[in-house]
């Protein structure tokens, strides 16, 4: 072939898409409200600054300022990336930097630029730029912060998308920032001073790198590779190397070395741990000295000194460097700076570990570590770290005798010893440039761009241009095989004056010094670039409407205003593809662009290239005005696309660059073609450079005459349309596919022909008449791409069965073929021509014609080495594997073929069972086609016997399947275009996991399965695990309250949708709301008698609502548990708090009655602790997930003090639901010093529950300052209240909590039995102190028994038993000996321990030290005694405590029975009393009933939350008992009260066991007892009994129903904290027990509740569960079943939770392995998302299940369909596309009557999917029956369906022989399938009667002439599965026998049933064709 075609220059290519550019940030900057504009504004009269142009009225008196500011002005663009996915979307970002202001814009060739960020910086912007910054995680992945950095004199601004600020100032002035894959690399300015220093060797680093914005600033260690003496380590400090640079990808810099006058290249990495002890040990020179000795001195002063030069204002001193030089360098300012910072220097460094915190730094710290007192501060700090750094930790001493000009000694010994700066990145050199010594001088000149850029095959280059030589340098780079190399084999010079890289085209535009544009790839020329409109000067003025106009005129800036007149072109002359669309928007323009024009006649020429985004670039004019162009793709279409990238496969690179180069020139050739006709351009060049004539071939010559109808569509060209026209419809209408459309019939599935693209098959003009078929022509044997003819016609082939894979891309398979049936005709390759063939019969017939190619020539072509005779057709190869034949690997192309290799597999892994298809097994399966030679690829089958594997279950294999498709990225959408029969077992597989899904499936995974429900609960997680406080996804809003009016009662946030689902049958949770309001005024009823005189009577009223008010305090308790976790806080509103209402209302009149009148004595400060507890209940609604900062809740302060308790139980709620970790230690040390007692109580509580057993140093400081036994015993008395001491103390025990913590052990044992000081000290309230020991050392010691590791000589149990029995005291050991030796002078207790008050603690201590152990011996102490004698010493109550304390360690043998709690009363009492015996019955009835309190309170905790009913009734049974024998007492003498009020403790006792056992179910019973309790007022009712009752019932329906308790040791504690049985007798009473700890409770509560919520509505809804629990030693495994939204049980007792069909999808949760997936579910809410199944109805609406789809349609199926109405069909499915498929083709219309049983067909196809649950078949299932329609009736257009259908059979067929039993798990089980099957079978076989010639003579290798027997014959040859018979007829043709037949037919692989068909035409038998050999043909055609 002729050498002209390479001839690149003399081609030329149009670009496209002109526009003016103008920086957008300029034009905002304008209109910014900056110093400079308001300076412009003062310069300006106010009457020209409004003239009509906006900015022109500036212009003039403005021109000299704005050309100061556009020096300074720069921008810089790139692609911006929405952060999703690569190619989501096109548009550019734009920063832009002018003065103070940087403007970040974004903007696109659609859409606008706008705005994204505009910052102002105090002083003038020295650069901008994009960094990212990695910022580590925990799980080893990095996260990157995304930022935009702005370098100033003095610091680095640096701004985050996601919204963080950092400041980091700079330790010396530098003079470029680059952005790095790790982070900022800095280049620091080198002053003069650097170099007087001297010998180069004692350098300061210049480069420096930032990894963090709240890192510090380290040097950069540099590695260079010496050709001597290998490679040496150092930091970079040489300060004439010039960094012009950096890439992320390779991560690498180039830097200049003007003393070599080299460039060189180095790569960036993280430094090694060797070269940083080398570098922080000896930086030492290449020749030995020691480096670090003799710099040192030098680099502390010297960096010092210039370190103030270097930061402008540095101390004090105005201006820059320059101004600086008056200020003395050893001045003693400078070294008084130097001192007063040197305390700073060493703490403001955060250290090497600083980066794992450092982004939760709040912007706060960034901003205070910039603003540190004194300007000069930081750049000190920096310098004296940098100087350290270098000396080695051992040279102090030598920096005296160092010669240091002007140094002083004490400033080189000022430095203390600090850590020096760990380097964290190294530069490794990898190539520098080489000099040959005579061009040394001429060729050192700096590169003014250096760019990456690859070409079109994929080979980099780095690019440096240096302007000076007007050359641009490339230099090939590869990375080696390992990746960590680059190699640099070679440079190339091109010629250039400027040049930048089109990375979206993989090609760079080069300026030459003439002026023109030319792109290159890589280093091969491609053409000149024409821009419209600049380089034709030719012109004329005659057209007066312009047609296209450059939108340049629009522009008016300063600097072009007076050059708005780039020439207009005639059309003729300007291919742009400019859309005509602009027209009308253009006109207002032309007077002002005429009237310059006449003024202007030089042509403005290109001066530079800036700016390059895709395939984008900017030109500077000469006139300083900038043009964007746009430079064409390679290709628009897809199929053009592919074929080049295959091309590239292929091929040589030399060749294939030849390919695409020409192939560009052709394609993109001024006035090039429009997209229809890519294709056919496409095939003629490509014919033509393999050697064909294309004028000759009669069906390439049509391609050239098949031009566009319509000249719109020709000036459009690849552009997406903007806006129509009619021509487009005319365009559309005249095409051959509409004609080719219209002709064939509706209801076939005409796809022969391609839209746009495709050579459409044009039967008239192609014809085989047209050209007789004996003509021949020679191929051209020199033509570049002859020798590779059969390596294309492979991989192109490869490409064809690739497409055929995709329905949307099937089309273009059309167009393929025909080029390639021609070179299948051309290589003599009948076999890959027969298939052609029978994929397009009447496609292929059409040609006949063929081109003569040298047999000689065709050996010595290359053949690629996995080409065979045999074609590879990807549909027999899964048709094989479904037949279980076996089969060669596939071949396939790697990065094209993508889906071939998917199928294959997934064919592989389900069809054939083999589990390691996917993994270790690949290369049985696929093969990668490479041009190498052939080569035996045989080996991997040998193996192939011996691993013969037991076959997987289906279902592993299912999942296996679905897991891996998904890990490949293949998704919903992409099986959707797989074609219905290869796609069938894919969706098998993923309907079977649909049935049995795994729980801890990803959302992708469930998203391929269509399990919503899983998909919406897996994103839930995955939002949970990004962002820790997140709520539910569930819009579970609690309703908003009706009544405006109505008093906040604090408990409107309950869920109403939830507590209505779980209590639907009454109003019980409204009057839970009513029982624990406390908001609104009480109603005081008091009949006033005839003889009380008014004044008693409102003395009466009153002291009956002080009563009432006694309740009323009692209420928040209560309501604090029942509100639990249910409310998100508004961070901008304060939290709402309900008012403790204590006034009352008395009927009639509902006057008021207040407290306050004076008219009887109220207590002091009653309602102090009842506030507390509001402002508790208060905050306890606060949820843990909610967001809470520190600000808030110091916002939440409130302004009076009367509030200041509330606020007190707000911080203590705040600590139980965890948020109090978020406030600042310096708010905490605030709210302490305040010395308000509530504050501290609820303080220290409150933090110390929220670091619950973790040990915290902090807290533990905090609490310790409050506790005198744990602080040292010299030090001052501090006057801490004694509640504040009990806080403390339990806060030890929580904080400690199971630690075991030996010391804290000793000090609280020693605290439970403390005596009584003198003074006052420590007199009052001694109980409760001595319990708060008590049951912290429990806390502590919690659980521990017998292992308390340490403490045996402490021998805690005996002293417990002695603090609990009594007895001698022990002498005070340890540090607190001193503090009590004088004795109290109040109380006198001798040297005996006091039981009364040591006794609770100890008992509750030792019963928490050995919960659930078992242990009998510590439990026979607690036995109470078995002597009446004896019984008298004890108190009852502590007879109460003892029981429980005995039961809770003896665990494991409380039973739910009376019996039980019967057996722990003294036999003594149970037995019938002997009157005669003098006993005191009151001290015996008082025994019994507390020692039943003690047994029932032990049952409750036992079976707290878990609702056992045994427990349950047993304790009912005694709650009446005790209600009995009340209602007895009440009516007994006066000696009996005493009774009642122990009768009244052991009842709220049972009554508080009764609610934790059922806690959170909201249990009728319990309720009913509450609310009689609720009721009783008068007598002996006091607060405390209140409190017990509303606790219970608070607990009863704790969080709302959400909550219950859990039987953790932990939970066990805090229980017994909180239901201590000694409840307050008045509302200030802190005797025995300090009443904040009864909010404890909290820390027991769990969230259990299950909320099914649907996946469609989003609503809760009913769900049947399936709870199975494990074994254990009560009872076997067992499995309930539950109806949620219901408390599930502890989840460590379960084995798996299941959603139980069969009206929802299953889900199995399964608990054996993990719990963590459930415990996360239930504690966001416990939504757990369900989906329905189709056809039935949720339990709301149908409770019984009689109204489902499939109810009606059991009592028979036929019936079942008839009686199916496409009407009801919204009931039983959601999917939008069902019900339109319903009501559009399934409801019979007027014009439809003749369709009707088209109609019923599709009713039931509907009904099959609904009921099956697969609406996905729905597609298929109509496919199958319109391939068999047209069948029917003979009118196929292609056999393409028949494929399809074929393959679905077999797999039909495989399932059922394979597993004949189960088929009921297979996606076609109805009737359908056999049906339509029976169909196809009938009509072929009819055909095959009529037709048996047809098929004889295609045996005997000749073609159908007619068309529509071609295509039948085509589809029976591929329905049939017969092979390629043209070289074997002779075999079949040769049988004789039947028998022969069948053996021979098994040789060729055609099955059993298929050959029977062919046995009448082989055989020529005269028996006909019903009998053959006596067996009916319909035996086998099943």
């Not at 650097?194 to 040097?219: N, R, V």
């Not at 309230?1325 to 000589?1353: F, K, P, Q, W």
Request: include cysteine.
């Amino acid at each position: 072939m002729s050498e002209v075609v390479y001839e690149e220059t003399a081609t030329m290519i149009a670009a496209g898409e002109l526009q003016s550019f103008v920086p957008f940030g300029r034009e905002h900057c304008r209109n910014h409200p900056n110093a400079f504009n308001l300076q412009l504004r003062e310069l300006q009269p106010a009457s020209e600054l409004w003239s009509s142009d906006g900015a022109a009225g500036l212009v003039g008196s403005l021109q000299e300022v704005s050309l100061q500011e556009r020096e300074r002005e720069h921008w810089q663009l790139r692609k911006g990336s929405t952060g999703f996915k690569e190619d989501d979307v096109e548009f550019e970002e734009e920063l832009y930097a002018a003065g103070n202001v940087v403007v970040w814009s974004k903007g696109s060739r659609t859409q606008a630029s706008s705005v994204y960020k505009a910052f102002t910086v105090d002083s003038p912007v020295q650069q901008v730029l994009w960094c990212n910054f990695a910022v580590p995680h925990s799980t080893d992945e990095e996260d990157f912060e995304h930022t935009v950095c702005i370098v100033q004199s003095s610091c680095v601004n640096v701004h985050s998308v996601t919204g963080k600020d950092f400041l980091s100032p700079l330790p010396f002035q530098v003079s470029n920032a680059w952005a790095t894959q790790f982070g900022l690399l800095l280049e620091r300015k080198s002053t003069a001073n650097d170099t007087q220093l001297g010998s180069p060797g004692e350098a300061l680093p210049t480069l420096f790198s930032m990894l963090h914005p709240l890192d510090e600033i380290a040097p950069v260690v540099c590695r260079s590779g010496g050709l001597i003496q290998g490679s040496c380590v150092q930091y970079a400090c040489d300060s004439t190397m010039k960094v012009l640079f950096t890439s992320s990808q390779p991560s690498m810099v180039v830097s200049y070395d003007p003393m070599q006058g080299t460039h060189s290249v180095w790569a960036l990495r993280k430094v090694t741990h060797d070269e940083r002890s080398t570098v922080l040990r000896y930086p030492t020179e290449p020749g030995g000295t020691l480096l670090g000795l003799m710099a040192s001195g030098f680099l502390t002063s010297h960096l010092r000194n210039t370190s103030r030069l270097d930061s402008p204002g540095g101390c004090g001193a105005a201006g820059g460097p320059g101004t600086g030089s008056s200020f003395a360098v050893g001045s003693p300012l400078h070294y008084s700076i130097l001192h007063s910072h040197q305390s700073r220097i060493v703490t403001s460094s955060p250290g090497i570990h600083s980066r794992v915190h450092s982004p939760n730094i709040s912007n706060m710290a960034a901003l205070s570590r910039a603003h540190s007192p004194g300007m000069a501060a930081p750049s000190f700090t920096g310098a004296a770290r940098f100087s350290q750094s270098f000396n080695s930790p051992n040279s102090r001493g030598h920096h005296g005798c160092l010669p240091s000009p002007n140094s002083t000694l004490n400033e080189s010994m000022l430095v203390p010893e600090m850590e020096p700066i760990i380097p964290n990145l190294c530069m490794e050199q990898l190539w520098s440039e080489t000099v040959t010594a005579g061009c040394h001088r001429e060729m050192s000149s700096q590169a003014s761009k250096v760019f990456i850029t690859s070409d079109l095959c994929e080979n980099h280059y780095l690019c440096f241009l240096v302007e000076s030589h007007q050359q641009l340098r490339c230099v090939k780079f590869i990375e080696s095989n390992d990746s960590s190399q680059l190699i640099f084999p070679f440079v190339t010079a091109i010629p250039a004056k400027d040049a930048e890289p089109l990375e979206s085209i993989n090609a760079m535009l080069v300026l030459e010094a003439c002026g023109s544009l030319v792109l290159y790839t890589g280093i091969t020329r491609v053409s000149k670039v024409f821009v419209p409109g600049l380089l034709s000067p030719s012109f004329s003025l005659s057209s007066q409407t312009p047609h296209l106009s450059t939108p340049l005129e629009n522009v008016s800036t300063p600097a072009n205003s007076s050059h708005r007149h780039i020439q207009r072109l005639e059309e003729d002359n300007m291919p742009s593809p400019l859309s005509d669309g602009r027209g009308p928007n253009i006109k207002h323009h032309e007077a002002s662009f005429l009237e310059d024009y006449i003024f202007q006649k030089a042509t403005p020429n290109i001066q530079t290239l800036r700016d390059p985004v895709f395939n984008r670039v900017t030109l500077e004019l000469s006139s300083g005005s900038m043009l964007r162009i746009s430079i064409p793709e390679i290709a628009t279409s897809d199929l053009v696309r592919n074929c080049l990238q295959v091309i590239r496969f292929i091929l040589p690179k030399e060749v294939a660059m030849k390919v695409l180069v020409k192939w560009y020139n052709i394609y993109n050739a001024p006035g090039g073609p429009s997209a229809h006709a890519e294709w056919n351009q496409f095939v003629t060049c490509f014919m033509a450079l393999m050697g064909y004539n294309t004028e000759r071939l009669s069906w390439t010559q049509h391609l050239h005459f098949e031009v566009p109808l319509s000249p719109v569509i020709a000036a459009k060209k690849a552009r997406p349309s903007d806006g129509g026209s009619d021509e487009d419809w005319d365009y559309l209408m005249a095409s051959h596919y509409h004609q080719q459309m219209t002709s064939q019939s509706a209801c076939g599935a005409a796809e022969t022909s391609g839209a746009k693209n495709s050579i459409s098959t044009d039967t008239d003009s192609l014809s085989p008449a047209s050209s007789p078929s004996s003509q021949s022509f020679k191929l051209d044997s020199s033509a570049l791409l002859f020798p590779h003819i059969p390596a294309l016609f492979y991989v192109l082939h490869l490409l064809y069965q690739e497409l055929q894979l995709d329905e949307l891309h099937r089309a273009r398979a059309a167009s393929l073929v025909c080029l390639l049936q021609q070179l299948a005709r051309d290589l003599q390759m009948d076999e890959y021509l027969d298939l052609y063939w029978r994929d397009y019969p009447s496609l292929i017939s059409c040609f006949t014609e063929s081109c003569v190619i040298d047999q000689a020539l065709i050996g010595q072509m290359q053949h690629p080495s996995s080409m065979s005779s045999e074609p590879p057709c990807i549909f027999s190869w899964l048709s094989n594997c479904l037949r279980g034949v076996k089969n060669p690997p596939f071949p396939y192309l790697p990065g094209i073929c993508q889906r071939t290799r998917l199928l294959v597999l997934s064919y592989a892994l389900y069809v054939n069972g083999d589990e390691n298809a996917t993994s270790t097994d690949v290369s049985k399966y696929i093969v990668k086609a490479s041009a190498g030679l052939k080569f035996c690829t045989s080996e991997p089958h040998i193996k192939r016997q011996n691993n013969v594997k037991v076959r997987v279950s289906s279902e592993g294999l299912a999942e296996q399947l679905v897991v891996w498709l998904t890990s490949e990225g293949f998704t919903l959408k992409d099986l959707e275009s797989v074609p219905f029969g290869v796609a069938l077992p894919i969706r098998e597989a993923i309907y079977r996991c649909r049935e049995k899904p795994r729980s801890d499936w990803s959302e992708e995974v469930c998203l391929l399965i269509g399990r919503q429900d899983l998909t919406k609960q897996a994103h839930n997680m995955t939002l949970a695990k990004t962002k820790p406080s997140v709520g539910s996804g569930l819009s579970l809003e609690p309703p908003a309250t009706t009544e405006a009016d109505e008093e906040e009662d604090g408990m409107s946030d309950i869920i109403q949708e939830v507590t209505g689902l779980i209590w639907s049958q009454d109003l019980r949770v409204q009057e839970v709301r009513r029982l624990l309001q406390s908001s609104r005024p009480v109603r005081v009823s008091v009949v006033q008698l005839p003889e009380v005189s008014d004044h008693e009577y409102i003395e009466e009223k009153e002291n009956k609502l002080l009563q009432l008010c006694q309740r009323t305090m009692a209420l928040p308790v209560g309501r604090g548990l029942f509100t639990l976790f249910s409310y998100h806080p508004v961070p901008t509103e304060p939290l709402p708090v309900p008012k403790l209402n204590l006034t009352g209302r008395a009927p009639p009149r509902n006057t008021m009655v207040d407290l306050n009148s004076g008219n009887i004595d109220v207590p002091p400060n009653m309602t102090s602790w009842p506030s507390f507890h509001n402002g508790v209940a208060a905050g306890l609604k606060i949820a843990p997930a909610s967001q809470v900062e520190s600000a808030w809740i110091a916002y939440n302060k409130p302004k009076t003090p009367e509030l200041a308790n509330e606020y007190a139980g707000f911080l203590m709620a705040l600590g139980l639901n965890g948020h109090l970790t978020k406030l600042a230690t310096l708010n905490i040390h605030d709210y302490l010093t305040k010395g308000h007692e509530m504050t501290s109580i609820g303080l220290l509580l409150g933090v110390s529950s929220a670091r619950l057993g973790t040990m915290d140093m902090s807290i533990t400081r905090l609490l310790s300052i409050h506790i005198p036994a744990l602080l040292p015993p010299t030090s001052t008395e501090l006057d801490v209240p004694h509640n504040v001491q009990v806080a403390a103390v339990i806060g030890i025990g929580l904080v400690y909590q199971g630690t075991g913590h030996r010391h804290n052990a000793e000090v609280l044992l020693s605290e439970i039995g403390r005596p009584p000081g003198p003074e006052m000290e420590y007199c009052t309230d001694r109980e409760s102190y001595s319990l708060a020991a008590g049951l912290a050392l429990g806390m502590v010691c919690l659980g521990h028994g017998s292992n308390l590791i340490g403490m045996t000589d402490l021998n805690v149990p005996e002293q417990l038993y002695q603090y609990m029995v009594g007895g001698h005291r022990r002498a005070q050991v340890g540090a607190n000996r001193e503090r009590h030796k004088s004795p109290s002078y109040q109380i006198k207790e001798g040297d005996t321990i006091n039981v009364d008050v040591t006794c609770p603690g100890a008992t509750l201590a030792l019963a928490m030290i050995y919960l659930k152990t078992n242990n009998r011996s510590i439990a026979d102490w607690l036995k109470p005694p078995d002597t009446w004698f004896l019984l008298d010493f004890i108190k009852p109550e502590f007879l109460l405590l003892r029981t429980l304390a005995r039961c809770i360690i003896m665990w494991d043998e409380i039973l739910p029975n009376t019996e039980w709690v019967k057996s722990n009363i003294p036999q003594i009492i149970r037995e019938n009393v002997d009157p005669s015996e003098d006993i005191n019955m009151d001290a015996m009835t008082q025994a019994q009933d507390y020692i039943t309190a003690g047994a029932c309170m032990a049952l409750g905790l036992r079976f707290a939350g878990s609702a056992n009913s045994d427990a349950f009734d047993c304790l009912h049974e005694f709650a009446k008992t005790f209600m009995k024998i009340m209602a007895f007492a009440g009516t007994a003498p006066v000696g009996a009260q005493t009774s009642y009020y122990n009768l009244q403790t052991g009842l709220s006792m049972i009554l508080l066991a009764m609610s934790m056992i059922m806690a959170g179910t909201g249990d009728l019973k319990v309720l009913q007892l509450c609310r009689f309790l609720h009721k009783r007022t008068g007598g002996e009712m006091n607060y405390g009994f209140h409190m017990a009752h509303h606790m219970a019932l608070g607990l009863l329906f704790l969080g709302g129903g959400r909550y219950t308790l859990s039987t953790s040791n932990s939970a066990i504690a805090a229980l017994l904290c909180a239901l201590y049985p000694h409840f307050p007798a008045h509302s200030t009473d802190n005797r025995y027990h300090l009443q904040a700890l009864r909010h404890l409770a909290v820390l027991a509560a769990e969230p259990r509740l299950l909320v099914p919520v649907d996946v469609d509505s989003l609503k809760p809804c009913y769900v049947l569960l399936e709870v199975t629990y494990k074994d254990s030693k009560w009872y076997k495994e067992t499995t309930v079943e539950l109806m949620a939204p219901t408390l599930l049980p502890e989840l460590h007792l379960l084995k798996r939770v299941k959603v139980k069909g069969p009206r929802y999808w299953e889900l199995s949760v399964d608990l054996s392995k993990e719990t963590q997936h459930l415990k996360s579910i239930l504690s966001r809410d416990g939504v757990l998302y369900v989906k329905l199944r189709a056809g039935q109805l949720p339990y709301k609406d149908d409770p019984q299940g009689w109204k489902s789809l499939l109810a009606t349609a059991i009592n028979h199926l036929n019936s079942g369909v008839r009686a199916f109405k496409p009407e009801a069909i919204s009931t039983f499915t959601s999917e939008p596309v069902l019900i339109s498929f319903a009501e559009f083709f399934c409801k019979t219309s007027e014009g439809m009557k003749h369709k009707e049983d088209t109609q019923l067909l599709f009713s039931a196809m509907l009904y099959e999917c609904v009921t099956k649950e697969c609406p996905e078949m729905l597609p298929t299932y109509i496919a199958i029956e319109q391939a068999v329609t047209a069948m029917r009736h003979s009118d196929v257009q292609q056999t393409f369906p028949l494929w399809q259908l074929r393959l679905v059979i077999e797999f039909w067929d495989s399932r059922m022989l394979r597993s004949p039993g189960n088929c009921h798990d297979t996606l076609l089980t109805s009737e359908f399938l056999p049906v339509m099957k029976n169909a196809v079978d009938v009509a072929l076989d009819s055909w095959l009667k009529e037709n048996s010639v047809v098929v004889r003579s295609y045996m005997r290798g000749q073609v159908p002439s007619r068309e529509a027997q071609s295509l039948m014959l085509a589809c029976f040859l591929i329905y049939r599965s017969i092979p390629f018979l043209k070289s074997s007829h002779t075999q079949l043709e040769g049988c004789t026998s039947f028998g022969d037949l069948v053996s021979h037919g098994s040789q060729l692989g055609i099955p059993l049933r298929d050959l029977l068909r062919l046995v009448p035409i082989l055989l020529d038998s005269p028996i006909g064709s019903h009998s053959l050999l006596g067996f009916p043909l319909q035996a086998f055609s099943s």
